[in-house]
């Protein structure tokens, strides 16, 4: 079984080098191999300091230096030192390297779509993509206070008052339940907190102030790809910073029985049961932590 799961794992290998064209020396027809392509494209996507590319790459600085000399002597790239500290350098797209960055997301839409295509069940195909990008990447993850308004929060949200919908047995309407203000979710009363992975995502929790001398916790949601990777530990932990940086000393939380991989979290994760502390119609279990 072992050798059969490392052989599966090489042909993924395989497929995925010969289909984005790793190998080819011209890269979408761009006419540079995929290396020079990706700094581009990180560089395009924001990245300036060349330490944080090279990390963010994991390349090694003498493979760095080599791809930015060619994209320098490209005319695509310019790289300057820092002002403040020498051995800092950075990096940004001239006029036509952000041309050539253009033409990249364009073809690289293309070939995305023409994948997508290729299969009868394209919904299946992304989350298993979406799995495995999370698997390779996870070590990448980074828990961002962002506004509840943040369209990437709003997408979580939707995205959780669907799961619930489906696996409460009287389904969820968010407008029935205990949903906080948005302002109760931000500073200086609360927080909202993003998972994000490669600008994407991947999970979410909210600290709701309030003036009962607790505060709660609310809308702890982790997308299907990355779940049992402890990303709800991070997220939790993120959330008790978050408080004690407010002064806020008890929290609470609610879920529901329908939820049993939630319940058993918070046993293990030093959470009490306590009796019903709200009259939200959908949660049957309550919980209570002081920090």
Not at 40 to 59: P, T, Y
Not at 106 to 133: G, K
């Amino acid at each position: 079984m072992t050798t059969n799961a490392i052989a599966r794992t090489r042909r993924f290998h395989r497929a995925v080098t010969s289909e984005v064209g790793a190998l080819d020396s011209s890269f979408l027809g761009r006419g540079r191999p995929l290396g020079p392509a990706r700094v581009l494209h990180a560089i395009g996507n924001g990245l300036s300091d060349v330490a944080e590319i090279r990390a963010h790459l994991k390349l090694d600085s003498g493979l760095m230096s080599r791809l930015l000399r060619g994209l320098e002597d490209e005319g695509l790239v310019t790289v300057t030192a820092s002002e403040s500290d020498a051995r800092r350098r950075s990096a940004c797209l001239t006029p036509a390297g952000k041309a050539e960055f253009a033409e990249y997301e364009a073809l690289s839409d293309q070939q995305a779509s023409a994948i997508l295509s290729r299969h009868p069940h394209p919904e299946a195909l992304l989350q298993a993509m979406d799995l495995v990008a999370t698997a390779l990447g996870f070590d990448r993850t980074a828990i961002q206070p962002v506004p509840v308004s943040d369209p990437r929060a709003q997408a979580c949200l939707a995205t959780y008052y669907g799961e619930l919908a489906r696996r409460f047995p009287a389904g969820f309407d968010v407008s029935l339940s205990a949903d906080p203000e948005a302002r109760d979710m931000e500073p200086p009363r609360g927080a909202f907190l993003l998972a994000v992975l490669d600008g994407m995502a991947i999970g979410c929790a909210g600290l709701k102030g309030t003036d009962k001398g607790y505060a709660e916790v609310k809308r702890v949601w982790v997308a299907p790809s990355a779940r049992r990777m402890g990303l709800a530990g991070l997220l939790m932990r993120a959330i008790e910073e978050e408080a004690r940086a407010l002064g806020i000393a008890t929290l609470r939380l609610d879920t529901n029985s329908a939820l049993p991989e939630a319940v058993g979290f918070y046993h293990t994760s030093g959470w009490t049961e306590i009796p019903r502390f709200n009259d939200d119609p959908y949660p049957d279990v309550f919980f209570e932590k002081h920090l």
